[in-house]
């Protein structure tokens, strides 16, 4: 007769434990935005989104939590970095309507594509001459183009991208636009800006929305407005990037198989990234739907507190995975980035306003 060598509770010895399920790690991105609401209610000049990944961070190498984070939490922070990233994405786009950017006129709409076109290929150059590892170059120059963290997480979904990567790139993106906060008002009269310029520098600058509202409301609401309505013209062309760049994994893969003789995973079982991903269509869906004018305020102002509670959970858990002895091996090189590329498109953009103002 076998024997089970059963243990208490039913476990039998030899068997591998359970794995961990999503609710602990949920709960803690719960909790992490709890105290970022907290910090940004306490200190406003802070953006929730900012704490948020600061938390994260800070979660991951506390003594006596660190353990739980890296261990019973990470599922389900995983998912809130991936899942709760793709929702929020989708209900970014609200705040932007077609009517919106036709309104600013077409020379503004021209300058903040050169803006992101040199900051995104000046970056991805720079970053991989460097020898920057994995898909840091990608999502680095993603991440400072586009709207920071929100494209980050938009793009290395479609990419495929190592979770310490994405964690990382993050964390210097949210660096960078955070210091842009304390930095760029103190030049605002120096560089010989009105309020509408400095609005749209601001906008076509700097990473995250929350940082850009941050930093332009110290201009007053002009600049405000000016501000967050270039934002908006940026994060539009987070469609057209991730599409960009799942084509460009679609083909990578095929000379992959093609240089490799067709060996491998059939083709007609391997995993190809979808030319527009889903949580795309759903942003431009959005898009769409703000620029039908039938959406109630009340319901736009609803969607953004749910969409900056999500992404806010979703920084608490990509920033969870960052490992800061890893960061710092190759911090010379990612802070070289991380500088030369805000000065490219503090210049760029700069420029851009003075020849369209």
Not at 30 to 53: D, E, I, K, N, S
Not at 122 to 137: A, F, K, N, S
């Amino acid at each position: 007769m076998a024997l089970t060598n059963a243990r208490p509770g039913g476990a039998r010895a030899g068997t591998a434990a359970a794995p961990p399920g999503k609710l602990p790690g949920l709960a803690m991105a719960v909790l992490g935005v709890a105290l970022a609401w907290t910090v940004h209610r306490l200190v406003p000049a802070v953006p929730m989104l900012t704490a948020a990944v600061v938390l994260g961070i800070a979660a991951a190498h506390l003594p006596g939590v660190k353990a739980r984070v890296r261990g019973v939490g990470r599922p389900g922070l995983t998912l809130a970095g991936k899942r709760l990233m793709r929702v929020g994405v989708v209900l970014l786009g609200l705040k932007l309507s077609i009517g919106d950017v036709l309104g600013v006129g077409w020379a503004t709409v021209a300058m903040v594509l050169v803006v992101v076109t040199a900051t995104f290929f000046g970056t991805l150059w720079l970053g991989r001459r460097l020898g920057l590892r994995g898909d840091q170059p990608l999502l680095i120059a993603t991440g400072y183009s586009i709207c920071g963290a929100s494209a980050i997480g938009a793009v290395s979904e479609v990419s495929g991208s190592d979770e310490e990567d994405v964690a990382t790139s993050v964390a210097l993106v949210t660096l960078c636009g955070t210091l842009a906060i304390a930095v760029l008002p103190l030049l605002h009269h120096p560089l010989g800006l009105d309020d509408t310029q400095f609005g749209r520098w601001v906008g076509a600058g700097v990473h995250d929305v929350g940082q850009v509202v941050a930093t332009a409301q110290t201009a007053g609401p002009t600049a405000l407005g000016e501000a967050v309505l270039v934002k908006l013209m940026r994060v539009a062309l987070l469609a057209p990037l991730v599409a960009a760049v799942a084509v460009s994994v679609s083909r990578r893969r095929a000379q992959a198989r093609a240089a490799a003789g067709g060996t491998g995973v059939p083709a007609d079982q391997q995993k190809r990234p979808p030319l527009v991903p889903l949580f795309v269509l759903g942003f431009l869906t959005m898009v769409a739907v703000r620029s039908t004018g039938l959406v109630p305020d009340g319901v736009l102002d609803g969607a953004q507190h749910v969409q900056e509670l999500l992404l806010a959970a979703a920084l608490f858990g990509l920033g969870s995975a960052v490992h800061l002895p890893s960061l710092v091996r190759t911090g010379g090189r990612v802070a070289a980035l991380g500088l030369c590329s805000w000065v490219v498109i503090a210049g760029v953009s700069y420029a851009g306003v003075l020849l369209t103002a």
